[in-house]
């Protein structure tokens, strides 16, 4: 595991192909609030398996089999499940990406966005 620190957004193209998956652990597990990781979805949208928390809003990844939703308490019996099964998880976010390009792209995610405003006023 390498560790990059802070690195600027326009890196990301260059490095996420060096990587094997990405990881976004949330602490907050409990919430009833929906949690909405464009981290999560990058990683993806970059053809990276991801190991995740069991917050809402990440069940697609478990969904989807693309990475593995762990709850802490969990975390390193289900991080060797996710190193076992990586050749899995990224041959779907592979056929994943193909079939959700267009619902997951940042112009979809502008569209309802506008959307939502237009509707609220």
């Known amino acids: 595991m390498k560790f990059y620190g802070t690195i600027s957004y326009n890196e990301l193209l260059t ?38 928390s069991t917050a809402l809003g990440q069940e697609f990844v478990e969904h989807n089999t693309l990475g593995v939703c762990s709850k802490l308490e969990n975390v390193l019996l289900d991080f060797s499940k996710f190193m076992n099964n990586m050749n ?15 619902n997951m792209s940042w112009a979809r995610v502008a569209l309802k966005t506008k959307e939502f405003i237009n509707k609220s006023i």
């Open 15 to 52: 490095l996420y192909p060096k990587f094997d998956a990405g990881i976004a652990l949330y602490l907050s597990q409990e919430s009833d609030k929906q949690l909405s990781s464009l981290k999560t979805i990058e990683y993806i949208a970059s053809g990276l398996p991801v190991f995740t």
């Open 88 to 102: 899995v998880y990224k041959s779907n976010v592979e056929h994943f990406r193909t079939i959700e390009k267009e």
